[in-house]
């Protein structure tokens, strides 16, 4: 058994029943290693696997590590965990990636890079190795949004085939247990700024006969949620903040009198679901605060975005006194009103002129409430932090 200060590379693959193909891959992984000439080893991280995965790999003397923990994540953070070697490339055990070429991604690792991604597009989809909702719509999408939220400049955010530094990908203290694994990688190097690569890769059509554990829209969804959970920026900053502008913007157009398109006139009735969505939206707003402090605090995000680290910096004082000015002017426009009402006798009085004084000054009352209690909170994790 060699010692880890003698392994450069360990290869992983997770492994699931897989006894059609994982003996291709072994073979593919060790020659390899051999023609190159690198000191490595094959680790088999087998899930459970009810076949005879496990005694292939082990007669052609792989390393099989048994991971208990059900999942695509589980199996690889058990291959990593036990590999020996300096550097790991990690690859599904289906025949599907070509072990066989594995020489650009050692090459950026040995260059000083943290995490090397195949690119399946530029290296290219053989016929049948991919389906065409994934192609066209599932991939292309969620590396979309995983370039938007994360400011990464990846073509194929969830290549199978990748490599990285072992104490790198140690540091992130990776968690998902599922598909979502391959996303958490990525934004976990990203946020921690680790230099990351491309590298073209072919994808062929996997040799194990039988359907893949990937299901489309469950494991879609998990990715989706998982890019979501930690980009609380997009998850709640930017849709807060549209909505409280443009429920903001309307509401004001219709403050000193109706607007009428044609047939159709927007009057009160408007303005009232106007401040409903300016609430809304600042709320969605504090959420982001409240959520991105939080994060920060558990070192889910290791940098607090620069943009609202003086709102960070801020003592509670300030969040009331903002919160209890936005509350008194509204309160004073509430006021006024009951005063113009009392003057009536306490008649009925023409909703098409009280209610725009009315439906503001609900608003602002209500939006110094929130502000108040949201600096409170903010508060309550700067007290657990000390």
């Not at 087998?46 to 292939?56: A, C, F, L, R």
């Not at 070697?85 to 260059?111: A, C, H, Q, V, W």
Request: aromatic share 12%; proline share 4%; hydrophobic share 45%.
């Amino acid at each position: 058994m060699k010692d880890t200060s003698e392994v450069e590379l360990s290869i992983v693959m997770p492994c699931l029943n897989e006894s059609r193909t994982v003996g291709t891959c072994i073979k593919k992984a060790q020659s390899f290693l051999s023609r190159n000439k690198v000191r490595g080893e094959v680790v088999v991280a087998d899930n459970g696997s009810t076949d005879d995965s496990v005694q292939i790999a082990q007669a052609l003397g792989a390393r099989v590590v048994s991971v208990e923990k059900k999942g695509y994540g589980s199996a690889l953070l058990g291959g990593i965990a036990a590999a020996r070697g300096t550097y790991i490339i990690m690859g599904d055990s289906d025949d599907s990636y070509d072990f066989l070429n594995l020489e650009p991604f050692l090459e950026k690792l040995r260059s000083g890079y943290d995490f090397v991604i195949g690119n399946r597009f530029l290296g290219g989809i053989k016929p049948g190795a991919m389906p065409f909702i994934h192609r066209y719509l599932g991939n292309p999408v969620l590396s979309y949004l995983g370039n938007l939220f994360f400011r990464t400049n990846l073509g194929d955010f969830h290549c199978g085939l990748r490599g990285f530094r072992k104490d790198a990908v140690q540091a992130l203290d990776l968690k998902t247990t599922g598909m979502e694994f391959a996303s958490e990688m990525i934004v976990k190097a990203s946020l921690r700024r680790m230099r990351m690569a491309e590298v073209p890769t072919v994808l062929s059509r996997d040799g194990r006969g039988r359907p893949s554990h990937l299901r489309t829209w469950r494991d879609g969804w998990r990715h989706l949620r998982f890019l979501l959970v930690y980009s609380p920026k997009w998850l709640f900053f930017y849709p807060g903040l549209f909505l409280t502008v443009v429920s903001l913007l309307l509401l004001l157009a219709v403050a000193v009198r109706p607007l009428q398109f044609g047939r159709i006139v927007l009057d009160v009735h408007t303005m009232t679901y106007a401040a409903f969505g300016c609430l809304l939206g600042l709320q969605i707003v504090l959420f982001y605060l409240v959520s991105t402090e939080y994060a920060y605090r558990r070192g889910i995000l290791p940098v607090k975005p620069e943009a609202i680290s003086a709102v960070f910096r801020a003592r509670l004082e300030y969040g009331i006194a903002l919160g209890g000015l936005l509350f008194l002017l509204g309160f004073a426009g509430a006021f006024y009103s009951f005063m113009v009402w009392r003057s009536a006798h306490f008649s009925s009085l023409d909703p098409s002129q009280v209610m725009r004084l009315v439906v503001p000054s609900g608003l602002f009352m209500a939006a110094g409430i929130q502000v108040v209690f949201s600096a409170f909170l903010l508060s309550v994790f700067r007290i657990e932090a000390r």
